[in-house]
């Protein structure tokens, strides 16, 4: 199993899309925020879209990859509701115009702890919320991909809609007791669980 981290020159916030892939060349994307012609460099077949959240960062090119790979995407069900919400998904900001426009039928939710299995790869939710009320984490064996709830030296913002320090300090706690080696964040840079003990006991003690 391979892991790369994708960010795309049209999506200015800088975000980090993932592609997990296999030796068959199967993968599944963690967020959509890069742009099809990025993706498709990889020359890889997208089995599955998996959300960290519903931000349009992480969305965005969601209309353009499905077109494409018609896959499934998978979202919790606590922000699934906000993929059509321009408050919520903050796209009224960043682009009026933005709307989810393929099958809706393609977009499967799910509730923490459930274990997804997409070809080779087996993919376990953790709901995080407090960034956004449905924030999401997934695990792949030793690998965390963690969105906005948990950055390399920072956390998410949590003065959003849906957001929640009292939600956002919980996840930090269920996070630091998760057992994994390396983090995939949703921007910046790639770290490591033994580099979030100080992070996560740092931003823990600013939250109020
Ligand atoms: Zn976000």
């Known amino acids: 199993m391979k ?3 994708i960010t795309s020159v049209k999506n200015r916030l800088g975000t980090n899309s993932y592609l997990i892939f296999n030796e068959e060349k199967n993968a599944i994307l963690i967020d959509a925020g890069v742009d099809l012609d990025t ?4 020359n890889l077949n997208i089995k599955a879209i998996f959300l960290t959240h519903c931000h349009f960062d992480h969305i965005m090119f969601l209309n353009q990859l499905e077109e494409f790979y018609s896959c499934p995407i998978y979202i919790s069900e606590i922000d699934y509701k906000g993929m059509f919400d321009k408050e919520i998904n903050l796209s ?25 299995h997409i070809d080779s790869f ?3 939710t953790i709901l995080t919320p407090g960034h956004t009320s449905g924030s999401a984490c997934f695990l792949v ?9 948990l ?20 996840s930090l706690l269920k996070l630091d007791s998760l057992n994994y080696k390396i983090l995939y964040p949703g921007h910046s840079e790639i ?11 740092f931003w823990f003690n600013l939250l109020n």
């Open 141 to 149: 064996d030793n690998n965390l991909f963690s969105g906005d709830t």
């Open 3 to 5: 892991i790369e981290k």
């Open 191 to 201: 770290s490591t669980k033994e580099k979030q003990k100080y992070n996560i006991n």
């Open 151 to 170: 950055f390399a030296d920072n956390i998410g913002r949590t003065d959003f809609p849906t957001s929640s320090v009292e939600q956002q300090k919980s």
């Open 39 to 42: 993706v498709k460099n990889y």
């Open 122 to 124: 087996k993919i376990i």
């Open 92 to 116: 009224k900001f960043f682009h009026r115009d933005f709307s989810i426009n393929f099958d809706k039928s393609l977009i499967m939710t799910f509730k923490n702890g459930e274990i997804i």
